[in-house]
């Protein structure tokens, strides 16, 4: 079965991390998947947009797969895994087409930055999100704070990312995190399908040159720099007992 899966409706295409039995965590597979169907999406002239999901209805993305990931002890295979995933959000990020992340469960840990790499965040209420890298004695180790700096204002960001809380989405919604809380009662598709359409502009030239000024700033912005270097810093953290003794005891409960 595809970790990742592809579906392309209309303008809209699909790309649906599939792995519910571990709340669609991310493994090596997962990344070079989500990396295919980026290149798949990206040169398909008839898609506009992207709708990033999760299989399932608890969880968007539990972050990275503590199962394998908890055999990398060093800096150095820390920083190997970390920096692949950080080219996915890179790309994500700077993605010429619009990326939407529909959150349809909880979004964690990386699950949460993997959401930050897309251009607006839509969710469920009554749902939960949370950067809680910190209660595993590590930091965002995918570049999502650079990236989430860029999405809300660090006064607002900072909080998220030293409390290590997991927040409800309405509190999302008014940190402008969340762009729009979507109704559980009516058909997901349609409602996501009606929520993009003012955002579909019938010309794709006229798409791309708008996100093309927006990559332009994170250029500006050495924004790849400062995800490499939040990268680092993770990997630092990663190689340390308190880390090891975390995930132990989250896989262990
Ligand atoms: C690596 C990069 C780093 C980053 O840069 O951010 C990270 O992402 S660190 C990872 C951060 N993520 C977490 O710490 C999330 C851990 N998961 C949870 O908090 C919870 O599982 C949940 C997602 C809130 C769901 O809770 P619940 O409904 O109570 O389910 P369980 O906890 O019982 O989980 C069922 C099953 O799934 C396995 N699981 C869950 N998350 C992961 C994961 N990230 N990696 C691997 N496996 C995961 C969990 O171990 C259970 O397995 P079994 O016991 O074998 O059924």
């Not at 699950?111 to 749902?127: F, Q, V």
Request: net charge neutral.
């Amino acid at each position: 079965m595809e970790k990742v899966t592809y579906k392309k409706m209309g303008s809209l295409c699909w790309i649906m991390i599939n792995r519910p039995n571990v709340h669609n965590a991310i493994d090596y597979d997962v990344m070079d998947q989500l990396m295919s169907h980026l290149t798949t999406a990206e040169k398909d002239s008839g898609v506009k947009a992207i709708i990033l999901t999760g299989a399932g209805e608890k969880t968007f993305c539990s972050g990275g797969d503590l199962q394998k990931f908890h055999s990398l002890h060093t800096k150095e295979e820390a920083l190997v895994m970390l920096s692949k995933m950080g080219d996915v959000l890179y790309r994500i990020a700077t993605f010429p087409k619009i990326t939407v992340a529909f959150l349809n469960g909880t979004a964690v840990g990386g699950g949460c930055e993997l959401a930050t790499s897309c251009d607006y965040r839509l969710a469920l209420p009554g749902n939960k999100f949370g950067f809680i890298q910190g209660s595993l004695g590590i930091t965002t180790g995918w570049g999502g704070t650079t990236l989430l700096m860029e999405r809300i204002h660090p006064s607002l960001a900072l909080p998220l990312l030293h409390s290590c809380e997991r927040k409800q989405t309405e509190e999302g919604l008014k940190i402008g995190f969340i762009n729009s809380l979507l109704n559980r009662e009516e058909p997901i598709e349609a409602q996501i399908e009606e929520w993009i359409k003012p955002l579909i502009h019938p010309s794709l030239a006229v798409l791309q040159s708008y996100k093309s000024y927006y990559i332009d700033r994170l250029h500006t912005l050495d924004v790849k720099v400062r995800m490499e270097r939040e990268i680092e810093q993770c990997a630092t953290l990663w190689q340390e007992k308190e880390h090891h003794d975390a995930v132990n005891a989250f896989l262990r409960k």
